[in-house]
């Protein structure tokens, strides 16, 4: 199970985890209850704001689902692959935590999602460089995009000698932001996290899934 700042920014950014981490902790019938109760309710996120419902939907599927919808998973990172969105952070650092939690059992499905974040990055950074650097974004997407490279890394969708350059660029862009009076309480909050996680994970190491995953 995720744990220590990475389990706080996924509570954080992903509604149901804290559901989920409630039941492993429990395992009693109440919680299970309130799980089943709780999917029904965020169904609306998978159509509205996908990034806030794929992670949690995920991790639900590889531990309580036989990971029986990971096909749906699939669809939605190559769905995203093809589109266009206005905070490519938010997609792809779903994208990326939704892979980092899938299991290898059902590998066609998550290497789809590999390929989409892979594809998704190259997209993001081809944009940037097109756009003559990220000062353009908003500062909490820069947070994010970093995130993503930096975790893609360290899952071994990327080779970390060739993209964590862009990751540090992304990361400086977001820092010379700062402060940032338009920023939440929350996104303050997962800034610090953000910056927590990077700091634990070494891209060079590897094993996301192993050590940390879901």
Request: with cysteine.
């Amino acid at each position: 199970m995720i744990s220590g700042h990475e389990k706080n920014l996924f509570v954080l950014r992903y509604p149901g985890v804290a559901q989920i981490i409630a039941y492993e902790e429990k395992k009693d019938k109440a919680e299970e209850i309130k799980l089943l109760d709780l999917i029904k309710e965020l169904e609306p996120l998978k159509e509205q704001q996908e990034y806030k419902f794929l992670p949690f939907y995920t991790i639900y599927q590889t531990k309580f689902n036989n990971k029986e919808q990971y096909s749906a998973i699939a669809a939605w990172g190559m769905h995203y692959e093809r589109e266009e969105h206005p905070y490519l952070g938010n997609y792809l650092m779903a994208l990326v935590d939704c892979y980092g939690c899938m299991s290898e059992e059902i590998y066609e499905h998550k290497r789809a999602v590999r390929e989409a974040v892979r594809t998704g990055i190259q997209r993001m950074l081809h944009r940037h460089k097109a756009k003559d650097g990220w000062q353009k974004d908003d500062c909490i997407q820069n947070y994010r995009a970093a995130y993503a490279i930096w975790k893609a890394c360290y899952l071994h969708i990327l080779l970390p000698d060739h993209y964590l350059k862009a990751a540090k660029k992304a990361l400086a862009a977001a820092e010379s932001m700062q402060p940032c009076a338009s920023l939440t309480e929350d996104e303050k909050q997962e800034i610090n996290l953000i910056l927590a996680v990077m700091e634990e994970c070494d891209p060079y190491a590897g094993g996301w899934e192993v050590q940390h995953g879901c």
